[in-house]
């Protein structure tokens, strides 16, 4: 993630009565508070990531320390080019720096390049192992198919994908004729329709 950095600007006066506060649970205490946050985030030194949200908290005390989204959040992927090859929006994010890992909650829609839309209510991000998976019940609305099902697994930008105890819609044409497996072939379907592999 990108570096923050903080500037204050102080004032000296004098006061007869000094107030200190006291603060006995540092752990849940934010280092961090921001509000109305619009920040660009490098890896490697390359701009790869967009962020907006209401609101950011890092809570470095925590175990593990993690930067909570409370309000929301909205971000959108880079690829080498400065093209957005996909965006995601959730209700709640959290992004455990330590492990690179985001934790997307509440209502997750992720759009890929292709105009597949991807909703679900828990999504995870692993960028140490360019993967994003979620163990919760997905929908996937895409060009030529619709899925929905759960223990979903793709890649970063969302473009090659498994997910298990899937079913779906294949839209047809009207000038197609609607195939009539054998008993054999509709054996082997249902033995394999647990996965669905969308690499080529």
Not at 41 to 63: A, C, L, T
Request: with cysteine; glycine share 6%; proline share 4%.
């Amino acid at each position: 993630m990108g570096c923050i950095h903080l500037m204050g600007l102080f004032s000296c006066h004098e006061e007869e009565n000094e107030t200190t506060v006291v603060i006995n649970n540092r752990e849940d205490q934010p280092i961090l508070k921001s509000i109305g946050v619009s920040t660009l985030i490098s890896d490697s030194g390359v701009i790869r990531y967009k962020i907006i949200s209401e609101d950011w908290f890092i809570y470095d005390r925590k175990d593990p320390p993690y930067y909570s989204f409370e309000k929301g959040l909205f971000l959108e992927k880079f690829d080498e080019n400065y093209h957005v090859d996909a965006f995601i929006n959730c209700d709640t994010a959290y992004y455990y720096n330590i492990k690179r890992l985001w934790e997307l909650r509440g209502r997750v829609c992720v759009k890929n390049l292709k105009g597949e839309t991807f909703k679900t209510s828990l999504l995870y991000w692993d960028m140490n192992q360019h993967e994003i998976y979620s163990p919760a019940y997905m929908v996937i609305d895409g060009i030529e198919q619709d899925l929905d099902g759960y223990n979903f697994k793709s890649n970063e930008s969302m473009t090659d994908y498994i997910i298990h105890s899937s079913s779906g819609a294949f839209p047809m044409g009207e000038d197609r004729e609607v195939p009539h497996p054998n008993d054999q072939e509709l054996i082997m379907f249902q033995s394999d329709s647990s996965q669905v592999n969308t690499a080529p």
